[in-house]
């Protein structure tokens, strides 16, 4: 869950079936709902390849709502499939929600990306992102030792002001 720049209250989820993970024929989706109190209204649906699920909790951070994904091999009941890092921009006032909104660092030029909707992260069922200033952090079921970190841009941060200087 997440406000947006209007103060509306955004509810996202996804789907993907935690006890068949290696069904590679249905398909799963990421939404926004935009909560009403007793009712939501769906504002935006990322629908995702066959076979590809949501498998945990996405995370909003900077207007962008970050989930990983994980595809299994059409076949092979043990493979470690493919697992993604997803960023789509959240929606704001005037502005609809759910284009490519994932910038990364590139590592060979230093500079960062075009938004995109997506990249892989390689072999293995990734964990849910861990989102901080300036960096993601994932695991995976491969590589448990190792955590996948992911530069992003940092956003600005608020200084709160003591009492003395803002009645002064």
Known sequence: MAKNDGGDILVFFGTGDENNITDSDKFYSLYEITDQG???????TKNLAPGEKVLDTPAVANWVVYFTTWTSVKGQA???GEGKLY???ISKVGAPGGSEGLVTL???TGKWTAPQNYISLGAGIPSAPLVTNGMIYIGTSLNANRVIQIPIPGW???RTKSWR???H
């Not at 007793?38 to 935006?44: A, D, F, I, L, N």
């Open 38 to 44: 007793t009712s939501g209204k769906q504002t935006w």
């Open 78 to 80: 043990c493979s470690s």
């Open 87 to 89: 960023g789509l921009k």
């Open 106 to 108: 590139d590592p060979v």
């Open 156 to 158: 600005a941060i608020a």
């Open 165 to 167: 200087e803002v009645i």
